[in-house]
């Protein structure tokens, strides 16, 4: 599967975003869903995910609250809804997908990773 992320971009403290990925083939449904970010001298860390029925997600406690992950299994695509930013928001979004299709809150269980797309939060 192939993905392509797109949504980032500059906003200022306490607005919103909404980022999109485009996932490629017809098995998107089978594969569980995430969202991770990368800040410069940073580790990649979790953010969000989605089984691949959807209504089961997990979040890290640093945008719990703030942001919202969805899918569409029609369009194929998952959507990860940034509200209340901030400036430690800023980060390379990642999206991925895992075979196993079960919720991932780890690395390692993505199989398939997107490019990136960039989102600054300025104060």
């Known amino acids: 599967v192939q993905l392509q992320a797109s949504g980032g971009g500059l906003v200022q403290a306490g607005g919103s975003l909404r980022l999109s990925c485009a996932a490629s083939?017809?098995?998107?449904?089978?594969?569980?869903m995430g969202w991770f970010r990368q800040a410069p001298g940073k580790e990649r860390e979790f953010v969000a995910t989605?089984?691949?029925?959807?209504?089961?997600?997990y979040y890290a406690d640093s945008v719990k609250g703030r942001f919202t992950i969805s899918r569409e299994n029609v369009k194929n695509t998952v959507y990860l809804q940034m509200n209340s930013l901030k400036p430690e928001d800023t980060a390379v979004y990642y999206c991925a997908a895992a075979l196993s299709g079960t919720a991932v809150l780890t690395r390692g269980g993505y199989e398939y990773w997107g490019q990136g797309t960039q989102v600054t939060v300025s104060s």
């Open positions: 083939g017809r098995t998107f449904s089978s594969y569980a």
């Open positions: 989605i089984r691949r029925g959807g209504g089961l997600t």
